[in-house]
């Protein structure tokens, strides 16, 4: 018989037991792969990643914006980076924490669909900075169901 276990959240050994569904343990490993590649791509091709990619503007002004801008950029990306350290050694070392990392990626992914709407509405909706809607905006909702499901496939608890 299978059951939630709630608890697997916290768990009080953290220790490299994965007890939840093996798909969201590679899931989470694919996961991990995409985001580490999405914040190096940030952090250290941040004009591509800027304008290519997240399909802003390059906004000229003396002396030159665009310096601070990246500068910026790169500096999210290299904090997504850490947190994407932060999930690999939970996979290498620590796999009773991943239900937990699967919430905090779910808070990043949920805000961007429905917080980031409601207090940045205007940067993305007036299209002055942008040429079109940035992957991360487009995918988040789709983003935000997958690590749903994961996370509830972290949590499912096989009992053979």
């Known amino acids: 018989m299978a059951n939630l276990a709630f608890k697997n959240i916290l768990p009080k050994i953290a220790d490299n037991n994965f007890q939840g569904h093996r ?5 989470f490993i694919l996961f991990t792969l995409l985001m580490s590649w999405r914040a190096i791509i940030h952090m250290l091709f941040e004009q591509y990643g800027f ?4 399909n802003f503007q390059v906004i000229s002004g003396d ?13 999210w990306g ?11 050694i ?14 905090l990626w779910i808070f990043e992914w949920a ?7 409601l207090i940045r509405e205007e940067i993305a909706v007036q299209g002055l900075y942008t040429y079109g809607m940035n992957p991360g905006s487009v995918g988040a909702p789709y983003i935000s169901i997958i690590l749903l499901v994961l996370f509830g496939l972290s949590i499912f608890k096989n009992n053979i």
């Open 90 to 103: 939970v996979i290498f070392r620590y796999r009773a924490l991943i239900p937990l990392m699967y919430l």
């Open 63 to 75: 002396p030159d914006p665009m310096l601070i801008i990246y500068r910026f950029f790169s500096l």
């Open 111 to 117: 805000f961007r669909t429905f917080g980031y709407p």
């Open 78 to 88: 290299f904090a997504q980076l850490i947190f994407c350290i932060v999930c690999w």
């Open 51 to 54: 304008h290519q990619i997240a």
């Open 23 to 27: 798909f969201a343990l590679w899931g």
